[in-house]
T-cell receptor
Framework: SQQGEEDPQALSIQEGENATMNCSYK?????LQWYRQNSGRGLVHLIL?????REKHSGRLRVTLDTSKKSSSLLITASRAADTASYFC???????????FGTGTRLLVSP | DTAVSQTPKYLVTQMGNDKSIKCEQN?????MYWYKQDSKKFLKIMFS???????INETVPNRFSPKSPDKAHLNLHINSLELGDSAVYFC????????????FGQGTRLTVV
């Protein structure tokens, strides 16, 4: 079964607004990662947060991790039309050699 | 230079045929993967290889047979294709086992008719 559930499934905002996506997972993790997928393309890694970290920033991205609630959030600030894509969280479980992906959030940023 | 490249990008074939998808990475990574993305965009791991050795097989039907001739290549052969095999197949690589960042190919859209 899918490891992660993402919320919302779809999000539509205007340029300049912030976008927040949430991810919940089920088991212990080594790290959690966020990926972006543009339509018809492969996935691109955005940011990785380790299980002993609570918050991480990269440019306009801010990721939080709450291991007690088994959840993470991705905040994209000052969104742009080019941010339109699907966003996936992925967990790397301790001792496993794979990434397990969430269900994804489709983000639409309108000019 | 493309880091992870897959060929072909599109593949349309009839039920019962056998087909192969090739993947190559020029990143010097030890670990390679095959993922399947279905029509609802769910991504599921199929296989994981480390230094040419299979380390994960996620209960994929025997009709799917990966082959890694060297650590830069991981090909996927599919026998007796079925309608349900229609999906986008992604190859990916990461520096080593224990998964840090994964680098994905552009995907192969397989359509079985």
């Amino acid at each position: 079964s899918q490891q992660g559930e993402e919320d919302p499934q779809a999000l539509s905002i205007q340029e300049g607004e912030n976008a927040t996506m949430n991810c919940s997972y089920k088991t212990s993790i080594n790290n959690l990662q966020w990926y972006r997928q543009n339509s018809g393309r492969g996935l691109v890694h955005l940011i990785l947060i380790r299980s002993n970290e609570r918050e991480k920033h990269s440019g306009r991205l801010r990721v939080t991790l709450d291991t007690s609630k088994k959840s993470s959030s991705l905040l994209i600030t000052a969104s742009r039309a080019a941010d339109t894509a699907s966003y996936f969280c992925a967990t790397a479980n301790t001792g496993f050699q794979k990434l397990v992906f969430g269900t994804g959030t489709r983000l639409l940023v309108s000019p | 230079d493309t880091a992870v490249s897959q060929t072909p990008k599109y593949l349309v074939t009839q039920m019962g045929n056998d087909k192969s998808i090739k993947c190559e990475q020029n990143l010097g990574h030890d670990t390679m993967y095959w993922y399947k993305q279905d029509s609802k965009k769910f991504l599921k791991i199929m296989f994981s290889y480390n230094n040419k050795e299979l380390i994960i097989n996620e209960t994929v039907p025997n009709r799917f047979s990966p082959k890694s001739p060297d650590k830069a290549h991981l090909n996927l052969h599919i026998n007796s294709l079925e309608l349900g095999d229609s999906a986008v197949y992604f190859c990916a690589s990461s520096p080593r086992v224990g998964v840090t960042e994964a680098f994905f190919g552009q995907g192969t859209r397989l359509t079985v008719v």
